[in-house]
């Protein structure tokens, strides 16, 4: 075992993406109770790499591995998983963290499948008992947690989910960076990256939002959005909505709170008629207080309010609105 | 064009979700089952390409007869016939196993594309159909919001949805695998012809010795990932959500007097 917990690092742009800095800090704390070493892994292309592998190297680490390569200028599963597969044969590391996020999501089984080794997506937290390290996921929505254990050699490969470790409670640290080359033929490039857009161009910035008031499938039918705008504009407060409501066509995509839409963190964020799946929490959680209203007891969501209402929103939420009208 | 799609059976989100006595699953009795939502998009996503593009639409799943039902509804949505793995060697399957099996059956079959939904709903993975497609030894894609395939069914091109509202556009080459997106289009309701014929398509079976699977390679003496304990999540220290009880007029109350004076956010 060589005690190596490896993060590869996600970046755009020349800036590293905040999942990675959340990453660093799990590599840290799974290294620190192992007896292991925590390093990070970039890859990429150019000045934007090297800037990445810069700042990584403020945290404290045994090393920051740079593949810098012109292939690697676009993420492609096929050049990752050949620069993985190439570093990990020699660096042979223990553990190799990603995000539970859209590349972890493309890469994360490749990788493991790759390398033939146990692979396990979306961990909220971990500890280690009598040696072994045991993996916590949410399963069955949320509504369940399971204590995991990874078998067979390393590296296991783990992503994390979004916002389960605090990007900054990484150790700063001043880390060498060493360059590893990379053997890697055109043949080998199977996906042309052509470009990116903007989903859609909205009006609405719900960041910039002090309230929220977000709708999901608990409210049934479209017409009953209307109670989610009326509290809404009782409390001055903009409205957004889970995916499958804007999937549905129930609200359009620039209401979309989530890791695929827009990502909130408004003094408070009342969720009515939302079970809490993870890609929802994913953009609401760092909300300062938030307040779920949902009749089922079990729904994830209330793992993460401050107040609580287990009732049929039909009858609360316009009690809610007399209530804030009654204050006024 | 050949499309392979495979899909996926799980518990209805509003099942009764209780812990087995040993800790280690759920019970059986309290769930719903029905096919994953993000496997009727993918579903969706396979019959419009082949009215574009002709061709056939095989759904593929794995499971006993339990699973019959999200079969039988695939094939009621269009697809054109079906092929359920089903042996009990395969239970308790990680999925890294549950992609050597679908890769062991896809792999004796003719396909331009295999889709499969992005994650299942109940357990939010996401990684068994990049295992596939690597195991396969093909391009994939995953969380796909739009799949255009050429003329010539030899490149397909695709938008994947990233964080924050952005679209990777991209394109790579057939045979490849695609993990399709909630909302890439709208999913069609069966029509009453296809309800009918669907009970009448085949749905053939395969086990571990007609797949050539080892089966010490499969179920749950192959799996790698191993459930020790499930459990309900005791709330973390320092976020408790405060329930507040009474009747809906009380309880709003008494959450905007906490809003207001406690919170200080209204």
Request: aromatic share 4%; net charge neutral.
């Amino acid at each position: 075992m060589s005690g190596k917990v490896m993060v590869l690092v996600e970046h755009r742009d020349g800036a590293t993406a905040r999942i990675s800095g959340e990453n660093l800090t799990l590599a840290q704390k799974l290294a620190a109770a192992t007896g292991g070493t925590a390093s990070a892994l970039v890859l990429g292309a150019g000045d934007a790499a090297r800037a990445v592998a810069t700042s990584v190297a403020g945290k404290k680490l045994a090393e920051v591995l740079l593949v810098e390569n012109p292939h690697l200028k676009d993420y492609t599963p096929e050049g990752y998983a050949k620069a993985i597969e190439q570093v990990v044969a020699q660096e042979r590391p223990d553990y190799l963290i990603l995000g539970h996020d859209s590349l972890g999501y493309d890469l994360a089984g490749k990788v493991a499948a790759r390398l033939g080794r146990a692979c396990m997506t979306d961990i909220s937290e971990f500890r280690v008992e009598s040696g072994q390290s045991v993996f916590v996921k949410p399963v069955y929505y949320g509504k369940l947690q399971a204590d995991v254990q990874l078998r067979g050699d390393g590296p296991h490969v783990i992503s994390a989910r979004p916002g389960a470790f605090a990007a900054d409670e990484a150790e700063a640290g001043q880390t060498p960076v060493r360059e590893v080359a990379l053997t890697l033929a055109d043949s080998e490039m199977r996906t042309k990256v052509h470009g990116f857009l903007s989903q859609v161009k909205g009006a609405v910035d719900l960041s910039a939002a002090e309230i929220i008031v977000s709708g999901g499938r608990g409210l049934q039918k479209p017409e009953n959005f209307q109670l989610i705008r009326d509290l809404a504009a009782a409390l001055g407060a903009e409205v957004g909505a889970s995916r499958p409501v804007v999937d549905a066509g129930w609200m359009p995509r620039d209401r979309q709170v989530g890791s695929s839409g827009q990502t909130v963190s408004p003094k408070l964020y009342i969720a009515v008629g939302i079970s809490g799946a993870m890609q929802h929490l994913v953009g609401m959680k760092n909300s300062k207080v938030i307040v779920a209203i949902n009749k089922d007891p079990n729904a994830p969501i209330f793992d993460i309010a401050d107040y609580g209402i287990v009732d049929d929103l039909f009858k609360v939420v316009p009690a809610l609105i007399e209530a804030v009208k009654a204050r006024a | 064009m050949n499309i392979i799609v495979c899909v996926k059976q799980v518990p209805d989100k509003n099942s009764r979700f209780t812990v087995r006595g040993d800790g280690k699953d759920i019970e059986e009795k309290g769930l719903t089952l029905v096919l994953n939502e993000f496997d009727a998009y993918a579903i969706e996503t396979a019959l419009r390409l082949k009215e574009k593009h002709g061709g056939e639409v095989v759904v593929v799943s794995l499971g006993g007869e339990k699973i019959r039902e999200v079969i039988v509804r695939s094939l009621a949505f269009g697809a054109d016939r079906a092929i359920q793995l089903n042996d009990a060697a395969f239970e308790g399957s990680d999925s890294m196993a549950t992609a050597r099996i679908l890769a062991a059956a896809i792999g004796k079959e003719k396909f331009d594309l295999i889709l499969t939904g992005v994650m299942s709903d109940d357990m939010g993975y996401a990684q068994t159909g990049s295992m596939l497609a690597e195991l396969l030894n093909i391009a994939h894609a995953t969380i796909v919001m739009e799949a255009l395939v050429d003329e010539g069914a030899r490149r397909v091109r695709v938008k994947r949805e990233l964080e924050s509202g952005i679209l990777e556009d991209c394109e790579i080459p057939l045979p490849a695998l695609l993990t399709i997106q909630a909302g890439i289009t709208e999913v069609r309701y069966p029509t009453l012809p296809n309800i009918m014929k669907a009970r009448k398509k085949e749905i053939r079976q395969l086990n571990a010795a007609a797949l050539g699977i080892d089966v010490s390679t499969v179920g749950a003496k192959g799996r790698l990932v191993e459930f020790r304990r499930l459990y309900h999540e005791e709330q973390a220290a320092g976020k408790k959500a405060e329930i507040l009880k009474g009747s809906p007029a009380e309880a709003a109350k008494q959450l905007v007097e906490r809003l207001a004076k406690v919170a200080k956010v209204i």
